[in-house]
């Protein structure tokens, strides 16, 4: 299971994860949301918060 430390927060919107996975904070809708993207640049989904969007990290990598 990842950790908040096992990202690199890069600036405000970017954190770099375990094998080249990135969590990008994107302005959805008018709401922050933390998007999940694997090393080969599929997106898996959205989350409302850092936290949760290491947990679907967690959840897709298995």
Do not use: S
């Not at 375990?18 to 080969?40: L, S, Y």
């Amino acid at each position: 299971m990842a950790e908040a430390a096992d990202w690199q927060q890069r600036d405000d919107y970017y954190w770099a994860g375990p094998g080249g996975w990135t969590i990008c904070r994107v302005f959805v809708d008018g709401r922050w949301q933390h998007e999940v993207w694997a090393a080969n640049g599929t997106r898996h989904g959205m989350e409302p918060t850092l936290a949760k969007a290491i947990l679907l990290y967690d959840k897709v990598k298995g």
